[in-house]
């Protein structure tokens, strides 16, 4: 990811970067993502990470950032003699993009006022004193 403001805005970024952008999730959760949503059913951490080609770890670790991040959900599967397991699936992409751009409108918002206050601080000011030599 970018280091800088500008650099970021330089960057040639996909929509699945936003992920990255908003909550500092990292390459292997855009994956996890992107299989959650191409399947058309949910996927137990042990599926998941058959289908990215990692340890039964890393998939869990990345799946309880998708989960933090609020970007998929996980149910609960009983079975019928007793015992349950957990599937992941992801969350309605309508309600995620609604909570990115309430977010972005938030931060906007707070870098207006910083702005602001940056330039009541060190803007010119008509009554500063000049030095004469």
Same mark, same amino acid.
Request: a negative charge.
């Given at each position: 990811?970018a280091d800088?403001m500008?650099?970021m805005?330089?960057?040639d970024?996909?929509?699945?970067g936003?992920?990255e952008?908003?909550? @500092?999730?990292?390459? *292997?959760d855009?994956n996890?993502?992107?299989h959650?949503? @191409?399947?058309n059913e949910?996927l137990t951490v042990d @599926?998941i990470a058959?289908?990215?080609d990692?340890?039964?770890?890393?998939?869990y670790?990345?799946?309880q950032r998708?989960i933090q991040?609020?970007?998929?959900?996980?149910?609960?599967?009983n079975y019928e003699?007793g015992g349950?397991?957990?599937?992941?699936?992801?969350?309605?992409a @309508?309600? *995620?993009a609604?909570?990115?751009?309430?977010?972005?409108?938030d931060w906007y918002?707070?870098?207006g006022?910083? *702005?602001?206050?940056?330039n009541e601080?060190?803007g010119?000011?008509?009554d500063?004193?000049?030095?004469?030599?």
């Open positions: 990811m800088s500008s650099e805005l330089q960057q970024m996909e929509c699945e936003l992920l952008c908003f909550h @500092d999730l990292k390459e *292997i855009r996890v993502f992107r959650l949503n @191409d399947t949910p @599926d058959d289908e990215i990692r340890e039964r770890s890393t998939a670790r990345s799946v998708l991040a609020g970007f998929i959900r996980k149910e609960q599967v003699q349950y397991y957990h599937v992941y699936l992801p969350r309605d @309508d309600e *995620i609604h909570e990115m751009q309430r977010m972005l409108n918002a707070q870098m006022q910083l *702005i602001g206050e940056f601080k060190y010119n000011k008509p500063t004193p000049t030095v004469e030599r």
